[in-house]
Every structure is written in C-alpha cells, then in structure tokens.
C-alpha cells in the first residue's frame, strides 16, 4: 500500500519548514498530523487485516434474493429506500466499507451493495462502464429506478465519469465521493507508470474530460475532502469545481485518507446526505464535519 511513504514524506516535509507558518499554527499542524497519521496506520493495519475478506465479488445472499423474488411489483416510490452503491478505491476491495455499511445498515438502509473491480484495471472509462451495467442490474433487481453512490478515492472518479459522462445521471441521485482526484493528484509521481494512475493526474484526458460543459446533469454531489488527506495533493483537488453540477463540497478536518470511509462523524454525514431530499443549491459552502 502507498499511505505508509506518502504520510512519512508529507510529515516530514511540513516539519522542515519552519518559516512556513506563524509558529502557534505549526505546532498545531504538526500535533494534528501526528494523530491523523497515527490514525492512518492503525486504519491500514485493521484494513490489511480485512482485505482478503473482501476480494470475492460479493453476491446477493440466498434470503436476500428469495425476498426480492417474492416482493410483488410495485411503481417506483418517491419515498422508496434507494439502493446504495458503494464503490472502492485503488488497489482496494469491498472490504473498506465494513463499518460504514455496518452504520448505515444499522440506520434502517437494506439495499446495499459493493462493486470490485480489478487492481489491474487500466482505464476509468472501462471501469465506469462497469459500474454503469451493475447500476441497471440492480434497478432491474429491486424495482427502483435510481441509487445512491459512495465512492472512495478512485472510485468517486470512476461513479462521476459514469454519471457525467456515460449518461448515468439518469440512475444516480446522489453521488458522495470521499477523498476522490476530482482535479487530479500529484502525490507519488513514480506510480505514473500505472495507466489508470496516469488518468488520475492533472491535465490527463479523463480529467479534461471531465471539465467539459455538462450541463443537464441531474445528479447531486456531495464531495468530502480532507485538510490532512496526504494521498489529494492539493488537498482540495477532492472538490468538484464544475459550473454545471450541483455539488456540495464539505471539509472534514483532523483525518487523512483511508480515515475517510471509517471515522463515525463522516459516516454520520453520509447518511444525511443520501437522506436529504431537497436539490443542493450552494456549489461550495462552508460545511464541515469534525472528526
């Protein structure tokens, strides 16, 4: 996994400035990029732990398709529970939603479901053209016409290529990405030779892409990036900054990058934002969630 190096580094090279901020706000920054890489090493610790438990596909269980099949056809609700996507990040699997599927299975939310895709994925328009096909099989399977998507670091960029580009406004209400390159990220340039990590950079051609009018996109975003994410260099490469999405960007404070999917606060924003029902107005905002 690249957190280790790129939390040393980033650690380090903030300690070694010493004229960079007055010395109060140094020392503050320093203290609290201790605990968020602190945090980070028991997360990755528990994650690594959890990994092999998450590199099968996951399918529907016998009782959860035996419910489905039995459920009489019903029109499309407006207070339906939406089915919730969840939709990992880069060389990582299912298993990094465990506690958050957990939070949100244990707010009443039963239609959840994880994608992996391969850690030898070479191009995000593939991999969103995937995600788009298991979008229609699990409207097909449950009966409602949109979902909800979360998804982490990559995964964020895989769902909005797929809801921007690809048409997949029509089944996504609301897309939630959690430390995701929307401009791109520089951190660990030798990784480049990766063509997926390639796509992840500023000025690639997915990027470009992305920045292109769209300007009947009906998807709502809400975007959450952190001041202490060493993987998002810049931090604030992780909001969207688009004329025509309707996005709401929200800073998390004291985390880092594999916190993100884990920390109770921001699962606690998560729900609230797949729950809220009105249109999201404001394109940045000043929300943020302390963890």
Request: charge should be positive; glycine fraction near 8%.
């Amino acid at each position: 996994m690249k957190v280790l190096p790129v939390l040393m580094s980033t650690l380090e090279s903030c300690l070694r400035r010493p004229g960079l901020l007055p010395p109060g706000q140094h020392l503050r920054l320093s203290t609290a990029l201790l605990k968020a890489s602190a945090l980070e090493l028991a997360i990755l610790a528990g994650h690594l732990f959890l990994y092999p438990s998450g590199i099968r596909q996951e399918q529907a269980s016998r009782e959860q398709a035996r419910r489905e099949r039995m459920q009489p056809v019903r029109l499309p609700s407006a207070t339906a529970e939406r089915p919730v996507v969840l939709l990992h990040g880069f060389i990582d699997n299912r298993s990094v939603f465990v506690l958050l599927r957990r939070a949100l299975a244990k707010e009443g939310r039963q239609h959840l479901t994880s994608l992996n895709y391969s850690p030898l994925t070479c191009d995000i328009r593939g991999a969103a053209e995937r995600l788009g096909r298991h979008v229609e099989e699990i409207c097909a399977r449950t009966g409602q016409p949109v979902v909800d998507i979360v998804g982490h670091s990559l995964g964020g960029l895989i769902a909005r290529y797929y809801v921007q580009r690809l048409g997949g406004d029509i089944r996504v209400r609301t897309l939630v990405t959690l430390g995701s390159p929307h401009g791109g990220t520089r951190v660990v340039p030798l990784m480049s030779a990766h063509p997926i990590v390639r796509q992840m950079r500023p000025g690639s051609d997915v990027i470009e892409e992305l920045r292109e009018p769209a300007p009947r996109c009906r998807t709502r975003f809400v975007c959450f990036w952190s001041d202490l994410d060493t993987v998002m260099s810049p931090p604030q490469t992780a909001c969207v900054d688009h004329p025509d999405l309707l996005a709401h960007n929200i800073q998390v404070t004291g985390i880092g990058h594999l916190a993100l999917p884990v920390h109770p606060a921001v699962a606690a924003a998560i729900r609230q934002a797949i729950d809220a029902e009105e249109a999201i107005t404001s394109a940045t905002g000043p929300a943020a969630v302390v963890a």
